[in-house]
């Protein structure tokens, strides 16, 4: 039964899922500035691949690090925390058949969430707050930044409240019989984690605001630094959960897969939200003051439970797409149902490109990286940015590029214009950030460093510099950006155009992406029941093994360096 | 579907292809923890964190000291200093160097103190790439053995400021 307030909600007329039009409002809203603050990113992102490309250098420094505060600011928190709070409002009650709890709670949530990043842009870009985005004190930015950062958590807290309110009353009303969707339980678990993590950011920010107010006493740089990333890492826990989230939510629209077992993919969700709060131990790895007995059982979040989750979603969800595409009669060979996947279908490629970007090289450079001992190799070199630009942009990112295909269709109810631009856009972008993230991971294998105006370090004192196989990385590094800021911009105009522009399409369903023709007709062939999936099994060796021999290699790499205790 | 409420009997033990994966990768997840206590008491490179609360101002003290007693010679204005090996030496980062140059030898162990005196900084050492962080008001305790003679260049890898890549430094190792 649901509890919807009357003329509140309508019927999709392509899924038929209920839509409650307050939470579509908001959804909406969410959902253009998040894209407005990816286009800030987004223009910031191709002047700093510009700059640390030294053919080019294109900023001057004191730009570069403006920018660079900016990029980070816009893309990682912004438009990140504005989709997330988009995605929730949609799962908890189309998924859930209820209405949003609170109008007056979204309002709240919105409007300090937007102040506070409209505040954080003025102060970064009138030159106040230069200090990139992990602000590490001693730097000092105007008490303007920090606020900002304040209300935007705050009012991300809000709107996770709203999202609990709702699943609340959703049960409380008895609005679906059983246990919630997937998705809603991937994004319980994404929600859980960003009380934690936000939380943190509260701990952390109050006293940084009240220290440039010369209030209070300067808090210590080594407890910054462990609470800051209490905030910086988990809430990339929480973009995984949401990204997961995700590829089960446009699997099953664009392949029609479903889960092979609840229960496994359910454990998965838990699991991340048990064994991630420990997870600001990996940025301080080769950092004074915690020992090594500490560093190494929370950087593998107690032996690597974490990991172990997202290797399970990593087989779950290609499997479900196998199975579904056998299903219709795509058996031929190993990976016959890969081959004939909807490619054109830019929620899927979307989806499958990030599956495979975060899994073969966000994941494994990931955990390699956040070895204890192999961190020696790594903190604060290109590798780091290498590293997460594959899992928070070539991922989550692109996922959630993905997902607005359906969304501005199915919730703005608009046609996108260029629909062919559409089809290779994932194509552009995904390429563009692979590229990005080799040239950076190389580069930073030779010691080049991250957050770094000039590595040919001109008018130092001791001279310094890097050979030129590491400047031929960099351009590799600039070439990529250049192409992931154009498949960037792609998807941005054309979603622009569709939300504002675009052909209506209220009372018929949206002009739909290529979907994967049935081959069988029902019960012709018994392949519905076959639940084996060997191409992903084939797949996800492959996997295994690329991760062993990465692994090792860097172990190996290690032995190579200066004996150090 | 993912997006529909699960059938009521979906709580199921994993089975076929899903279970072997599921033990395959916690056996993965497993080495890779045990690689990481195994190699601080087998491995020779560690990242302990010892370190001790220090003022920046008793920090630059120590390190004048040491430029006092031990210093062997200068380059580009910056004091040379050779520290007794299996003895303390010291490096303080600043905006924007890396102070003094260290001359070390090689095959030797030294207690390499490092602290910054105004912001963070990041300890960078090339072409070998070490790295690790340094904090305003900790004695960050490096206890290394250079393996290869050789110049090798030090940067800093944390943003600290605007001449930031103008921070630079030296370690000889002979
Ligand atoms: C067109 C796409 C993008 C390109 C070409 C790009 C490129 C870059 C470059 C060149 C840097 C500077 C690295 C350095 O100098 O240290 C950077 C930093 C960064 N990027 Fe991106 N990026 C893109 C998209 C994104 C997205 C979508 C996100 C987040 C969702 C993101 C998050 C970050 C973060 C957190 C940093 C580090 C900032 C810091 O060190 O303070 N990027 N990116
Ligand atoms: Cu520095
Ligand atoms: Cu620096």
């Known amino acids: 039964m649901s509890n919807h307030l009357e003329n509140q909600v309508r019927t999709c007329d392509t899924t038929g899922l209920p839509v409650c039009l307050t939470a579509q409002k908001f959804i909406k809203l969410n959902g253009v500035f998040a894209v407005i603050f990816l286009l800030i990113g987004a223009i910031a992102a191709v002047l700093l691949a510009l700059t640390r490309w030294p053919a080019v250098h294109l900023l001057d420094a004191q730009w570069y690090y403006r920018i660079l505060t900016a990029h980070g600011m816009n893309m990682l928190i912004f438009w990140i925390l504005f989709i997330e709070v988009a995605i929730l409002y949609f799962a908890c009650t189309t998924l859930l058949n209820s209405r949003l709890f609170s109008k007056k709670i979204a309002w709240v949530s919105f409007v300090m969430m937007l102040v506070g990043a409209v505040m954080v842009n003025v102060i970064v870009f009138i030159g106040k707050a230069d200090v990139l985005m992990t602000s590490y004190i001693p730097l000092l930015a105007h008490p303007v930044f920090y606020l900002g950062i304040i209300l935007v958590a705050v009012g991300t807290l809000i709107g996770v409240y709203n999202f609990f309110a709702t699943v609340y009353i959703a049960k409380r009303d008895k609005t679906y019989d059983g246990s919630v969707p997937l998705v809603v339980f991937g994004a319980i ?60 939510l446009l699997a099953s629209l664009t392949t029609g897969a479903k889960p092979l077992n609840q229960a496994v993919c359910r454990s998965a969700f838990v699991l991340y939200i048990l064994f991630i709060n420990l997870a600001s131990a990996h940025h301080l790895l080769v950092d004074p003051g915690v020992g090594a007995g500490w560093k190494i059982w929370n950087t593998s979040y107690a032996m690597y439970l974490a990991v172990l989750a997202s290797m399970i979603h990593g087989f779950t969800v290609p499997a479900s797409v196998e199975i579904a595409q056998r299903a219709k ?27 495979v970007i975060f899994g073969f090289i966000g994941g494994i450079t990931g955990v390699t990286l956040g070895t204890q001992q192999i961190n020696i190799l790594a903190h604060n070199t290109l590798r780091i940015p290498g590293h997460f630009h594959a899992t928070v942009v070539g991922g989550t990112s692109l996922a959630f590029m993905g997902l607005i295909y359906y969304v501005v269709p199915l919730i703005f109810q608009r046609e996108f214009y260029a629909r062919s631009l559409a089809i290779i856009q994932p194509y552009i972008f995904g390429i563009g950030i692979v590229m990005l993230s080799f040239g950076m991971s190389f580069a930073g294998s030779a010691g080049v460093p991250r957050r770094h105006w000039d590595v040919e370090f001109t008018g130092a004192n001791l001279a310094a510099g890097f050979d030129s196989g590491t400047h031929l990385w960099l351009g590799v590094m600039g070439i990529g950006g250049v192409l992931a800021f154009i498949g960037l911009l792609t998807f941005i105009l054309l979603t622009v155009a569709a939300v504002f522009f675009g052909k209506s399409n209220k009372g018929r369903a949206m002009t739909p992406w290529a979907t994967p023709k049935t081959l069988v007709t029902e019960g012709d062939v018994d392949a519905t029941e076959d639940h084996r999936s060997p191409g992903t099994m084939t797949l996800v060796i492959i996997l295994l093994v690329t991760f062993v021999v990465y692994y090792f290699a860097n172990w190996l790499a290690l032995t190579d360096v200066w004996h150090v205790r | 579907m993912s997006i529909h409420v699960p059938d009521k009997d979906w709580f199921k033990a994993p089975s076929g292809g899903e279970r072997i994966w599921i033990a395959l990768s916690l056996i993965w997840c497993l080495i890779m923890f045990i690689m990481m206590p195994v190699w601080h008491f087998k491995g020779k490179q560690n990242s302990t964190g010892e370190a001790y609360r220090v003022e920046p101002a008793a920090f630059v003290a120590r390190v004048e000291a040491a430029i006092k007693t031990h210093q062997v010679g200068e380059e580009n204005g910056v004091p040379i200093v050779e520290p007794t090996p299996g003895g303390d030496a010291y490096l303080l980062g600043q905006m924007w160097r890396w102070y003094p140059i260290l001359k070390l030898k090689q095959g030797q162990s030294y207690r390499l103190h490092v602290s910054a005196l105004d912001l963070q900084h990041g300890f960078s050492l090339l072409p070998v790439n070490m790295n690790f962080h340094i904090l305003p008001g900790y004695d960050h305790v490096l206890t290394i053995t250079p393996t290869q003679a050789g110049d090798y260049q030090l940067i800093c890898n944390e943003f600290c400021g605007i001449g930031h890549h103008l921070m630079t430094g030296k370690i000889i190792v002979e």
């Open chain 1, 189 to 248: 678990a994404a929600a859980i984690i960003a009380v934690v993590t936000l939380l943190h950011g509260a701990v952390v920010m109050i006293p940084t605001f009240t220290w440039s107010m010369g209030w209070t006493a300067q808090p210590d740089p080594g407890w910054y630094r462990l609470i800051w990333w209490g905030l910086g890492h988990q809430s990339q826990q929480v973009n995984v959960c949401a990204m997961v989230s995700v590829w089960y």
């Open chain 1, 329 to 355: 009669g795509y058996v031929r060979g190993l990976f016959g149902w890969l081959t004939n996947a909807p490619w054109k279908n830019p929620g899927f490629s979307a989806f499958f490109l990030s599956l």
